[in-house]
């Protein structure tokens, strides 16, 4: 069949190019915003007298029409359409006659395409915001139950220091409310209308491209019209965003897996979100969480293969960038998926204090919190360091915890220690004692919870 762009050529590929050139199979999931600029752009076309009132009325009715027909599934997308523009073109031709052969005045679809993926990255640029929204309120909901439960905090994956299961998660919190504002600043900077840039170098027609952008939603218009149809630093920095997003998503997905462990056991998976082995009838699975940590690599792949594609193109347009929708959709709805499952993982997800608190006395947490005792008392810190070391030493030896041994113990060590020790190393006493901002104590948490969300209510 010939194509729409016949004249300086036949028109007629060869079916393996057909296929090849072809961009319909993906990028048909833009046929809402397609038509959505369509109907825009012949009403700008109308306000400017290019085209008359009445086939601007005709055109949005019959592109209403196909917008229709598409969302109920009467119309089937047609495969054999080189990109989702020429199929609607051709669907709206068939429909209103003449009328909808005038449409395509005063644009390309080079810059109609920038328009469409501006268009979509938009709105699922909202939509990563509002479920990230609905997993920071699912780890606030567990950081308000679990402020005040003991944990091992690690460094090097070597118990550290007591915090509480609260602080922790809160961290995460933390981590999504910048992901959140990057997402929404990419979205900011991707809000500038390329419609009217033509193929790349504008138009000899007396077109209004800011009405045009007014009506579509944006804030303004791109001002070179070279960069306007050759421009995907937009794609890239919500790529970016949501690389980082993932990173986190796969921490935490990590700590998971970890803590859902039988070498840790902090905290048991809902039922709904593991699975089981086909041979080994006591297993427990934590795969949606390694199905995440996975897919992160996919998303890194994503963003680098999309700058790898831009990294050597001339201006302006190059069918190379056909190439550009795969990769940014994947990464969406990839990071979609993640984010979806993610949330009742962490909502359904039940802690386990008493093996929280067993592993932070097991792990000599506390040491450091006896060093600062005998410092209190006028002992140089290391001396006092020294001290602390040898009695985590003998506790070892001994199967015993700094909680355990005796006072008299402790006085070979020292006669400074008194039995005001045994407070001061108390679990909840170290985590209590450590208020500086942003610490891990029950009212720094509440603090953090109390502060993220009036983030959230001023982001509403």
């Given at each position: ?10 028109g ?6 057909d296929?090849?050139?072809?961009s319909i199979s993906?990028d ?5 915003q ?7 752009h012949a009403?700008?076309?109308a306000?400017?007298?290019?085209i008359?009132?009445a ?10 029409g ?5 969302d109920s599934g ?7 359409a ?15 006659g ?6 395509h005045?005063?644009r390309?679809?080079?810059?109609q395409?920038a ?5 979509y990255?938009?709105g ?5 915001v ?11 909901a ?5 402020k ?11 118990r ?14 933390m ?7 990057r ?15 033509c193929?790349?170098?504008g ?6 491209r ?9 804030d ?8 306007g ?6 794609a890239?920095?919500l ?6 997003l993932?990173?986190h998503?796969s ?6 897996i970890?803590?859902?462990?039988w070498?840790?056991k902090?905290v048991?998976?809902d039922d709904?979100?593991?699975t ?10 934590p ?9 992160t ?11 790898t594609?831009l990294?050597?193109l ?8 056909q ?16 984010l979806?499952v993610m949330?009742?993982v ?7 204090p008493?093996?929280m ?14 060093a600062d005792y005998?410092?209190r008392k006028g ?6 360091y ?17 909680e ?7 006085k070979?060590?020292s006669?400074?220690?008194?039995e005001?020790l045994y ?10 004692k450590?208020t500086?901002?942003g ?5 720094s948490?509440?603090a ?6 009036e983030?959230l209510?001023?982001?509403n």
């Amino acid at each position: 069949m010939a194509k729409m762009w016949a004249g300086r050529t036949s028109g007629m590929t060869d079916r393996v190019a057909d296929d090849f050139n072809s961009s319909i199979s993906f990028d048909y999931k833009m046929y809402r915003q397609d038509i959505q600029g369509s109907i825009a752009h012949a009403f700008m076309l109308a306000k400017q007298g290019i085209i008359s009132a009445a086939d601007a009325e005709l055109i949005a009715q019959g592109l209403a029409g196909i917008l229709e027909d598409l969302d109920s599934g009467k119309l089937p997308f047609d495969e054999t359409a080189e990109d989702i523009h020429m199929f609607v073109e051709q669907e709206l031709t068939k429909r209103i006659g003449d009328a909808g052969k005038r449409l395509h005045t005063a644009r390309s679809r080079n810059d109609q395409v920038a328009l469409d993926l501006r268009l979509y990255l938009r709105g699922e640029a909202d939509d990563l915001v509002s479920m990230m929204v609905e997993l920071i309120k699912a780890l606030l909901a567990k950081a308000k139950e679990h402020k005040a439960t003991i944990m091992p905090g690690y460094t090097h994956l070597q118990r550290a220091q007591p915090i509480t299961f609260g602080h922790h998660l809160m961290a995460y919190v933390m981590m999504l409310l910048r992901d959140m504002d990057r997402v929404k600043d990419a979205r900011r900077r991707m809000n500038q209308s390329p419609i009217g840039c033509c193929a790349l170098a504008g138009t000899t027609y007396d077109t209004d491209r800011d009405f045009e952008a007014r009506e579509l939603g944006f804030d303004g218009v791109m001002l070179n019209s070279l960069d306007g149809v050759s421009d995907r630093d937009f794609a890239l920095e919500l790529m970016s965003a949501i690389s980082i997003l993932m990173m986190h998503l796969s921490r935490l997905s990590e700590e998971v897996i970890l803590w859902s462990s039988w070498e840790f056991k902090f905290v048991e998976l809902d039922d709904a979100y593991t699975t089981g082995s086909s041979i080994m009838p006591q297993k427990k699975n934590p795969d949606m969480t390694e199905l995440i940590r996975g897919k992160t690599g996919r998303v890194y792949g994503d963003l680098m293969a999309l700058l790898t594609t831009l990294k050597g193109l001339p201006l302006a347009y190059n069918k190379d960038m056909q190439e550009d929708k795969e990769s940014v959709f994947d990464a969406v709805e990839t990071a979609k998926a993640c984010l979806s499952v993610m949330t009742p993982v962490i909502a359904t997800m039940r802690a386990l204090p008493e093996r929280m608190k067993k592993a932070a006395q097991e792990g000599f947490i506390n040491a450091t919190d006896l060093a600062d005792y005998l410092v209190r008392k006028g002992m140089p810190f290391r001396e006092a360091y020294k001290i602390s070391g040898e009695l985590v030493a003998r506790c070892i030896r001994e199967g015993k915890v700094l909680e355990t041994l005796t006072l008299s113990e402790y006085k070979e060590y020292s006669d400074l220690f008194e039995e005001d020790l045994y407070g001061e190393i108390d679990l909840l006493t170290c985590v209590e004692k450590r208020t500086s901002k942003g610490g891990t104590s029950v009212k720094s948490v509440e603090a953090q919870i109390e502060w993220v969300e009036e983030q959230l209510a001023m982001n509403n």
